[in-house]
């Protein structure tokens, strides 16, 4: 009953931090658009898609602890997809980070399928903190990027796939 009792307010105390990380989300996302590169922008869209659609699921289906949260899933899901994508194309590392958080993240709700004993509190830090790390890889990227701006470096952001079929097809 202890056990119990002490989730209940560890989640309730998780739950008082929700208006200052939506904050801290919004502030970094906009900084992200207003200064990052073309990849950091992008992974700022990315992350806003899924907080849409975390917050449409919730309407429909209230997140839980004690079950597989499906609504997390399915925003896990497009992160892993968004950044995936972003990493294929990106000369960046922080889209191969955030595509190994997404999966961490993946792996939490795979084990809470797998275990119905995994506490829900280990369950909710598990689908919720890589997310928050991703957001501060995405801050670091943007600073590097007004950094080499300002050092009058050139940004090269995307990777050029045709140049090196061209030099496949020379050798």
Request: proline letters at 4%.
């Amino acid at each position: 009953m202890l056990q119990s009792g002490l989730h209940v307010g560890l989640l309730m105390s998780l739950n008082q931090l929700v208006i200052p990380y939506a904050t801290f989300m919004a502030v970094s996302l906009g900084a992200v658009a207003w200064r990052g590169g073309a990849p950091e922008r992008l992974g700022a869209v990315v992350m806003v898609v899924m907080v849409a659609f975390q917050m449409t699921m919730e309407k429909f289906i209230p997140s839980e602890f004690n079950n597989v949260d499906i609504s997390s899933l399915g925003t896990d899901i497009i992160g892993l997809v968004g950044f995936g994508a972003i990493a294929l194309h990106a000369r960046r590392m922080w889209p191969l980070w955030a595509t190994a958080l997404q999966i961490v993240c993946l792996g939490a709700h795979f084990s809470r399928w797998a275990s119905i004993t995994m506490s829900p509190v280990a369950y909710a830090l598990i689908r919720s903190v890589p997310t928050a790390v991703i957001l501060l890889l995405l801050l670091a990227a943007t600073v590097r990027c007004v950094v080499a701006r300002r050092r009058g470096q050139v940004d090269v952001p995307w990777q050029d796939w045709s140049m090196l079929a061209w030099h496949r097809g020379r050798n």
